[in-house]
């Protein structure tokens, strides 16, 4: 397997890859989505040579959080078959490393990173598998974790952009219904004041008498 890194353990940290809101697990799965949809997206969900190894390698990273190792190895030999055609001594031979990592998870046992022990189970910065697998700026418009920076804040701004529009639309519409209900109390006063009883009122606004009384008397 050809993958641009020399140690995996350089591209892991125990706390740098699980943004706000997520856990390990949580963060993975959404990945594993983000890597099927850039699957369909790409290839039309099967993997052309060249292009399996690496995919099918985070896709076994992401699964062996989500399943235990006998359940990992049965739906990773399923989705390897499926989109790369591999064979199951293909996938052992090809994603030993992640099956050998899951099973020390499983078992408890960990890894040593910069002095500290961690899970056994590898984990990517965004960047590496962004780079691992070449996404585009396009392609990201489509994904919900594989984001670069720049596509992040890119989001967070359409976010602000949206939450002000709808601030100003809930002020207008506040500023319409006010200016509409002044407009009946100023109806409302110049009927009273030509003599209309409150139920001669309602019946010319098309309201209930007691809202024609609200209508003159704001504050009882």
């Given at each position: ?72 190895q049965r739906e ?44 056994a189970r590898y ?66 006063r110049t009927l ?29």
């Amino acid at each position: 397997m050809r993958l641009r890194c020399h140690h995996f353990l350089d591209c892991m940290g125990p706390n740098s890859f699980s943004p706000q809101g997520f856990t390990a697990a949580t963060l993975w799965e959404a990945r594993l989505s983000d890597l099927q949809r850039l699957l369909d997206l790409r290839w039309q969900g099967t993997l052309p040579p060249g292009q399996r190894d690496t995919w099918l390698f985070l896709a076994g990273v992401a699964m062996s959080w989500l399943a235990e190792p006998v359940l990992l190895q049965r739906e990773l030999f399923a989705l390897a078959q499926q989109v790369g055609g591999w064979s199951e001594g293909a996938v052992r031979s090809q994603l030993h490393p992640i099956f050998k990592r899951a099973r020390m998870a499983a078992h408890g046992e960990t890894v040593e990173w910069q002095g500290q022990a961690i899970d056994a189970r590898y984990r990517f910065k965004t960047e590496t598998i962004l780079e691992w697998l070449d996404i585009t700026p396009a392609e990201q418009q489509h994904l919900t974790t594989l984001i670069s920076p720049e596509e992040a804040k890119q989001r967070h701004r359409d976010k602000e952009r949206e939450r002000t529009y709808r601030t100003e639309a809930v002020q207008q519409d506040r500023a319409s219904y006010l200016a509409q209900a002044e407009q009946r109390r100023l109806q409302a006063r110049t009927l009273r004041e030509q003599g209309l009883s409150y139920r001669m009122i309602a019946k010319e606004l098309g309201c209930s008498p007691s809202e024609s009384h609200r209508l003159l008397n704001p504050q009882k």
